[in-house]
RNA sequence: GGAUGCUUAGCUCAGUUGGUUAGAGCACCUGCUUCACACGCAGGGGGUCACUGGUUCGAGUCCAGUAGCGUCCA
């Protein structure tokens, strides 16, 4: 067997488990009827991304599932994949042939297409090699991309169907335009952000009484021109006289408009009266639309003013074209004022420039499934954790607005739909749209197709992803879904993601799964997923979000560099309390890293303290065990190893990831390195505890290596084989059963191993002696001293304790010896309590003033405790009122007090 | 404006149905190269639990309000 070095090296370890992993084949989740199967589908990632914390925060926390899935027996599956990302794809190939000069337009789209795959082929998914570097153990083979030929297929064949059944319908609204990426975006990618401005205020002319102004206040003076009327309200009394007349449009091609009369309009706002401008704003189009009046588009898609803006603005970007609209209505008189003003704007989230609302054209889509979305999370049959998101996403369900999901873009899912030659598209009906005659949809395209023109626009990204969790499965093809083995690994147990998808793709895939399940079967088999855990969001230092623009985000393979996969998996998990933000600090992955090495020595030691023995198997290590012949120690760390195992367990069920990463840091750093290890130290050395001892700490190993797997998988699985645990060609990862502490437990009694639970209460004694001792030792400067001579004043009782562990204690404690002795009242010598035990030293004459003035505080304290809980307990009140074991532990604790008082009191009477 | 989360040690955070003297990691101080580990060991200091009021025998924990920070929605 290798020796184990002294410091845990995780490159090559990495390295080489995962190509051994992969060559065996251990990540595949294949079809077993003997086994239930528990599937993860990845968010996918889009295909342009590259890893960031965030994606290995919410990748660790999947693969931990995955993997404990595993080792519990079942049959895990973890589907990988990418996202084509529409919007953000397309940007990123059009940079690069702006690079070489290249425009979209001039390559034409079949060009174009060509060349985003080509992209893609060479760059794309560079995300997931950099996941299996993380230790990710996805079913690789499965990998998924949204614009797979067969994907494709799927998405497309939604729509189809949509459509016929009426959920999906063309028409002309006010859209959120992205003037840089030249598309129709939804609600949900449209950023609000605060932005200081200038509100106008503009005075517009009465025709029919010149020197009579009604003044607005507009954020937006460049679509004057636009304007078609102005509103107010019609209860307002400073305008009853107005209501009907027309003003001047103060700006632009010369234009009499009316004053109108709307419910809407906020009498408070400004001076009440509101410009009406129903091609750049959606309330205003609403307005329009009930006065009939016409919207007149003064921009272009690329956001210039055109020429209906009038001839001084006209070929000017929207923002110059608004400084410059100032200026005109500054010389023209018609600008009253200007300030300052505070206020929203939509920014796209893409592009991140503001957007403009735009009366185009769309594909929208009306919800299928709302109300039974609704109920599955209401009534619980998929679970949030936290809980609290799932009133979040039944406000939004409450409030739903019709979905826009056509984008004008070349990169995505074309719509199947295809007009008849010369129609005019802009001016088809609702009854054109209907007429199978005009409009194709279907998913093999019509028959004739030299007769047709197909729709330019591609999908919604997110119409696509909203199918992944089946579509990806081989849905709706019948001899995919076999092959893929659908009907058994769907529905999905677990979705990892971040509460800011929860409408963009959360809330739409539950309403996918529910459309394309039969709607007879149980609504347990209809929902995509069962559980949804919505990780926290990963922010710097300062609390910031991380991006890449402020730069403040580390590189996850830096970090994997630096402090190993498994450090870095075991220091963001720390971090991630549940469902909160977290500041990210790199000193936590450093402790991840610094855990790993414990780990590696305390393995080391084990190594190289014995010859190993059969550890084959959990039967083979405990048929090792002397129970018999147990010390308190041997007790207590086997307790504590059970306590843990089902800490460790009920933590994975309740999604409580760190608390189970500090339960197992506490229990292997503190219990097992720190105090089991320094007492098997004396053990080891003698020939009749030896042997058990070796077998307690493989047990212990064996156990939390197992535990530890899902979270560190690289150093778990090498220590695994390194220890003997698992034969050549067998895996930790694949081929071990995780033992709860229940069925461990069964196995101790089939060897006769009893354990005795109250050697704990005598280990903390223990603990406590040498804490105190050593603890007198560092006051004294003698901390490093090995041949202390310590005399314990100790009963027959508590001696009797104290000698079955001599030779530990000796150890840890640094004594030459350690001897019962009495105090006898003597100036020079005084004693320390050591819980249950009295130290006795030996003290010069200062140090015996410095000994009673401490003493003397002591005392101090205790009887101020003692006076609270006397007076607590001398509470009528709470006498009756509280539950008896309350009452009990007061007494207690009382009676505790009074007795350490009383000791005290007799240890200053010896010092004289 | 509505919703929601947070405020506990110098920092980042735990603290499960209310119940002894509120915990961890890091940082800090002291000592130690002890035959697994200095990526370590031993010892130590450090907290009016944001504020105000209420409920209760008892509040970090429950309720109401206030302030500050954050997020989402409009």
């Known amino acids: 067997m290798a020796s184990i070095s002294k410091s845990y090296e ?72 990418t996202d084509h990302a529409g919007i953000a794809t397309q940007t990123v190939v059009e940079r690069e042939l702006r690079k070489q000069k290249i425009n979209r337009r001039d390559l034409g789209r079949e060009k174009f297409l060509e060349k985003v795959w080509e992209w893609r082929d060479e760059k794309g998914g560079i995300i997931l090699q950099q996941l299996q570097a993380l230790g990710a153990s996805c079913d690789w083979d499965r990998t998924q991309f949204t614009m797979d030929p067969r994907y494709s297929k799927a998405v497309l064949s939604v729509f189809v169907d949509l459509f016929q059944k009426g959920q999906i319908y063309r028409g002309k609204r006010m859209v959120n335009w992205c003037p840089a990426s030249l598309t129709a ?10 932005a200081k401005g200038l509100l106008y205020e503009v005075r517009y002319e009465r025709v029919d009484a010149p020197g009579q102004f009604i003044t607005v206040k507009t954020t937006r003076p460049e679509t004057i021109p636009g304007d078609v009327a102005i509103a107010v309200h019609p209860e307002d009394p400073r305008y009853a006289s107005w209501i009907g007349k027309l003003v001047r449009r103060p700006l632009g091609p010369s234009a009499e408009i009316p004053i109108i009369a709307d419910a809407a309009i906020d009498r408070e706002f400004g001076s009440g009266a509101l410009k009406v401008t129903p091609a750049h704003d959606k309330v205003d189009f609403e307005i329009g639309q009930r006065h009939q009046l ?66 185009t054209w769309q594909w929208w889509l009306k919800y299928p499934q709302v109300e039974a979305a609704k109920a599955v999370v209401r009534d619980g049959v998929i679970r949030f954790h936290p809980e609290r998101w799932a009133k979040v996403y039944l406000h939004w369900l409450e409030n739903i607005q019709d979905w826009c999901i056509s984008r004008q873009l070349w990169w995505g899912h074309r719509i199947p739909v295809w007009y008849r030659k010369g129609l005019d598209k802009e001016a088809l009906t609702a009854a054109d749209l209907a007429d199978p005659q005009k409009v194709h949809v279907s998913l093999a395209g019509p028959t004739d197709p030299s007769d047709w023109v197909q729709e330019d626009d591609v999908l919604d990204t997110w ?48 309403m996918a799964g529910l459309e394309y399940t039969p709607a007879d079967a149980p609504i347990e088999q209809r929902v995509p997923f069962r559980d949804v855990y919505f990780t926290g969001i990963i922010r710097d230092a300062q609390g910031r979000k991380m991006s890449k623009s ?40 450093e402790g991840g890293k610094n855990f790993c090495n414990k780990l590696w020595n305390a393995c080391r030691f084990r190594q190289m303290s014995g010859a190993m023995a059969d550890n084959s198997s959990l039967a083979a290590v405990v048929a090792r065990l002397d129970g018999p012949k147990f010390d308190a120690d041997d007790h207590a760390i086997l307790d504590r190893l059970l306590a843990t195992t089902r800490a460790v367990d009920q933590a994975l069920a309740n999604f409580e990831f760190s608390n189970a990463v500090q339960a197992l840091y506490g229990f292997f750093w503190n219990d097992f390195c720190d105090w089991y290890v320094e007492v098997s130290k004396a053990k080891l050395l003698e020939a009749a505890t030896k042997d058990s001892c070796l077998a307690i700490q493989d047990l212990v190993l064996r156990q939390t290596l197992a535990l530890l797997h899902p979270f560190m998988p690289f150093i778990t699985e090498e220590l695994w ?7 050549e060609g067998t895996f930790l990862m694949r081929d071990v059963r995780i033992e709860d502490s229940s069925a461990l437990m069964t196995e101790f009694a089939n060897h006769g191993v009893q354990l005795d639970f109250a050697a704990a209460t005598e280990v903390s004694q223990l603990k406590e002696l040498t804490s105190k001792i050593r603890a007198f030792k560092a006051d004294n400067g003698e901390a490093a001293k090995k041949d202390s001579e310590l005399v314990v004043e100790a009963s027959a009782e508590q001696w009797a304790v104290l000698e079955l562990n001599l030779a530990k204690l000796k150890r840890m404690l640094g004594a030459a010896s ?21 130290l006795i030293r030996q003290l010069n004459a200062g140090d015996a003033v410095a000994e009673k003035a401490r003493l003397t505080k002591e005392s101090e304290a205790l009887a101020k405790h003692i006076a609270g809980t006397a007076a607590r307990l001398g509470n ?32 200053l009477s010896a010092l004289g």
């Open 10 to 81: 995780s490159h090559d370890v990495e390295r080489r488990w995962s190509a051994d992993w992969r060559a065996a084949d251990c990540f595949a989740g294949r079809v077993n009827p003997a086994k239930t199967p528990y599937t993860i589908m990845i968010p996918p990632p889009n295909v342009t991304g590259v890893l960031t914390m965030g994606h290995v925060l919410n990748n660790t926390l999947q693969d931990i599932l995955i993997r404990r899935a595993r080792l519990e027996g079942r049959e895990a599956m973890w589907l990988p994949g």
């Open 818 to 838: 350690i001897s019962r002795g009495e105090l006898s009242p003597n100036a020079s010598a005084c004693v320390t309590a050591c819980g249950t035990w009295n």
């Open 550 to 589: 402020l730069g403040n985000s580390p590189d996850p393979l830096d970090l994997i560099a630096k402090y190993g996969a498994d450090g870095l998996r075991f220091g963001i998990v720390s971090i991630a309390p549940q469902g909160q933000d977290i500041r990210f600090q790199e000193d936590r992955i």
């Open 876 to 907: 009528e009140a709470f006498v009756s009122k509280a539950p008896p074991a309350v009452l009990d532990g007061a007494r207690k604790q009382l009676a505790d007090l009074k007795a350490k008082h009383a000791e005290v009191a007799r240890l």
């Open 294 to 359: 016409p919207a007149l588009d003064v921009l272009t898609a690329a956001g210039v003013l055109n020429e209906l803006a009038g001839s001084e603005l006209a070929g000017m970007e929207r923002f110059a074209g608004r400084k410059k609209a100032a200026e005109l209505l500054k010389e023209s008189g018609a600008l009253v004022k200007e300030e300052p003003y505070d206020n929203n704007v939509g920014y796209s989230e893409r592009a991140d420039v503001p957007i403009e609302p735009r009366l």
């Open 185 to 194: 975006l939804s609600d949900e990618e449209v950023i609000m952000k605060p």
């Open 463 to 510: 119409a696509s992803s909203w199918l992944w969790p089946f579509a990806t499965l081989g849905w709706p093809d019948q001899e995919a879904m076999a092959k893929a083995g659908h009907a058994y690994f769907y529905p999905t147990n677990t979705l990892v993601t971040g509460p800011d998808i929860i409408f963009f793709w959360v809330a739409r895939m539950i």
């Open 721 to 727: 084989r390194l220890l003997g645990y698992g034969a």
